[in-house]
């Protein structure tokens, strides 16, 4: 499976942005999609997961905040990110996890959400 992530910028403390991960290549409902993000100097950090079937979960810095979904028919997951914050600001990558034979591990190239001022 290939991915492309889109819809990452520059927002204002408060703001919206909506991430779109576009996915090719495999049978996408075959997988688990996850974002993860990375800031400069940490870790990268799960950011919200989706399986196959809809269920999701958060971490604990999004909770109430971001929602993660996904369309099946359009292979894409999305991330809905509210009530921006200044420590949202890292690289968002989308991961597709699972796939045919359960084994596929696959990131994007990743997008830059900067939440600023």
């Known amino acids: 499976v290939q991915l492309v992530e889109s819809g990452g910028g520059l927002v204002q403390p408060g703001g919206s942005l909506r991430l779109s991960c576009a996915a090719s290549?495999?049978?996408?409902?075959?997988?688990?999609m996850g974002w993860y993000r990375q800031a400069p100097g940490k870790q990268r950090e799960l950011v919200a997961g989706?399986?196959?079937?809809?269920?999701?979960n958060y971490g604990d810095s999004v909770k109430g905040r971001f929602t993660i979904s996904r369309d099946n028919a359009k292979n894409t997951v999305y991330l809905q990110m509210n009530s921006l914050k200044p420590e949202d600001t890292a690289v968002y990558h989308c991961?597709?996890?699972?796939?045919?034979?359960?084994?596929?591990?696959?990131w994007g190239q990743g997008t830059q959400v900067t939440v600023s001022s």
């Open positions: 290549g495999s049978i996408f409902s075959l997988y688990i």
């Open positions: 991961n597709a996890h699972g796939g045919p034979f359960g084994i596929d591990d696959t």
């Open positions: 989706i399986t196959p079937g809809g269920r999701t």
